[in-house]
């Protein structure tokens, strides 16, 4: 075959190579934006683990949630220093994603984000089913009366169980009232996070004035049992959603009745989200889902955790990413030869540009999720022409099918081995379970954006080199 016909078929190839992988990006990204994952709700545990430990049962429990607010923030607050004071003050590990709705399924049930399967606020203004109709018991819905008054997105407290649901309603007179369990929703904090970033004068301002409510609603019934809680914090930037310590660890009180004589959580002492949720169960006399793994207050304050453990990729899927990435070098190896200016520098260019310019991916950035794609490829942009310039000088060394190989395969290898470990390889070819796994949910969607554009590059380049070829073999005849 001549070889400008070589290098028209290695450019149709890489165009159906460019125009694959973006829409797989976007099924992708739109399953961790609104899909979920696979539940895995286990066997109900021993029901009998850890009697007679736990908060008592009291008449009234209160529970306020600052949507959005950072531990570090949280403890410079003054009612909530005063809270926890006077009570029990907690370091939280809320798991991963740190998401408002998964979050807190795990806090009102006492199942984790991956027992419930549960990883995204969804695309519905409620869980559809509901928990009931999916087999989870929470607490809320054990309790008679049971209100719950959201400032807004009042969908996620009606997507828990209570018996009332008021959106904007007045929480001083919810906080009032007789019913046992009364729950106030803050998320004006975890607006301004998303609008203007945590490191944002409107950030601070909005969790001051969160606390000021806190701080009234607790004078106005001094003796009811007050959890102080946060779902998920904010990066600097803004965004949540990954497992960045500082999204994941956020800070909560305990004060009221009986709390005193709960062992205090020392420095770097963690409890869990679903801790929280059995502590919340007990105040109100109700149990958590029976296949809860959760523990009674003073045995969660008093056990090491150390690190909570996050979701990981099966020992299987690291040896089938291992094996692609081995079989990417080999091949690339193989393509480019002993010829060291036709491998791909393209590749570890745009990986370093992506580090320096936006940071390592993950869940809680933008450039992960943005449709366009742009601000991700704006920072390995300039690898790009690297990419064309490398295909161009292989397809010269080693020819057009080689040059292409070499610029490729490794960058192809890598972004199928993020899929294996992400478990997401249903999800590119359009299924509907959610991807979410700790740096790889991320990193993959981000290489698949890389390479489609890459293969553009590549076959640029690949083009330029048979015209080349093309105009020198004219050159020559001319003489």
């Not at 990006?25 to 286990?42: F, I, K, M, S, Y």
């Not at 692609?324 to 590749?347: F, K, S």
């Not at 057009?400 to 992400?422: E, K, N, S, Y």
Request: charged content about 15%; some cysteine.
């Amino acid at each position: 075959m001549p070889a400008w016909t070589n290098s028209a078929v290695v450019a149709a190839a890489l165009a159906v190579v460019a125009f694959a992988l973006p829409p797989a990006r976007t099924a992708w990204v739109a399953e961790l934006a609104a899909g979920e994952a696979e539940p895995d709700l286990g066997e109900p545990f021993p029901s009998n683990a850890h009697a007679g430990h736990g908060l008592s049962q009291v008449a009234l429990t209160r529970v306020v949630l600052i949507d959005g607010l950072r531990g570090d923030l949280a403890r410079e607050l003054p009612a909530w220093s005063a809270l926890c004071a006077r009570g029990t003050s907690l370091e939280v590990d809320v798991g991963f994603p740190t998401v408002s709705l998964p979050v807190e399924v795990a806090l009102w049930t006492g199942l984790t984000q991956q027992q419930t399967g549960i990883t995204s606020n969804g695309g519905e203004h409620a869980l559809a089913p509901t928990l009931a109709a999916r087999g989870i018991a929470s607490v809320p819905s054990q309790v008679f009366g049971s209100l719950a008054v959201a400032e807004n997105h009042a969908w996620i407290a009606g997507s828990l169980g209570f018996s009332v649901v008021e959106d904007g309603g007045d929480t001083l007179k919810a906080v009032r009232s007789e019913a046992g369990l009364v729950f106030v929703h803050v998320l004006r904090v975890d607006a301004a996070g998303h609008r203007s970033g945590a490191a944002s004068d409107a950030y601070r301002a909005a969790a001051r004035d969160a606390d000021a409510e806190l701080g009234r609603l607790v004078a106005a019934v001094p003796n009811a049992r007050w959890f102080a809680l946060s779902d998920h914090g904010h990066l600097q930037a803004g965004g949540h959603g990954g497992d960045e310590r500082a999204l994941r660890r956020v800070s909560a009180c305990i004060a009221g009745p009986g709390t005193d004589a709960t062992p205090r959580s020392g420095p770097g002492a963690v409890v869990r989200a679903i801790d929280v949720a059995r502590a919340i169960a007990d105040s109100t006399g109700v149990r958590v889902d029976s296949r809860s793994r959760a523990l009674p207050l003073d045995v969660a304050v008093a056990t090491d955790h150390g690190e909570p453990p996050l979701p990981s990729p099966s020992l299987a899927a690291t040896l089938v990413a291992l094996a692609l990435l081995a079989a990417g070098v080999a091949v690339t190896v193989a393509a480019c030869r002993a010829r060291l200016t036709a491998y791909p520098w393209w590749w570890p260019l745009a990986g370093a540009l992506v580090w320096i310019v936006r940071g390592e991916p993950t869940q809680s950035m933008a450039i992960t999720f943005q449709g366009s794609g742009w601000l991700l490829a704006s920072a390995y942009g300039a690898a790009l022409p690297v990419a064309a310039g490398c295909a161009f000088v292989a397809a010269r060394r080693v020819g057009p099918v080689r040059g292409a190989i070499g610029q490729l395969a490794l960058p192809l290898a890598a972004t199928g081995a993020a899929i294996t470990l992400a478990a997401g390889w249903p999800t590119v070819f359009g299924g509907d379970v959610s991807p979410d796994m700790p740096r790889y949910g991320a990193l993959a969607p981000c290489l698949m954006l890389a390479v489609a554009h890459a293969a553009v590059a590549t076959a640029l380049g690949v083009i330029s080199a048979a015209v080349a070829a093309k105009l020198t073999v004219r050159a020559v005849a001319r003489r």
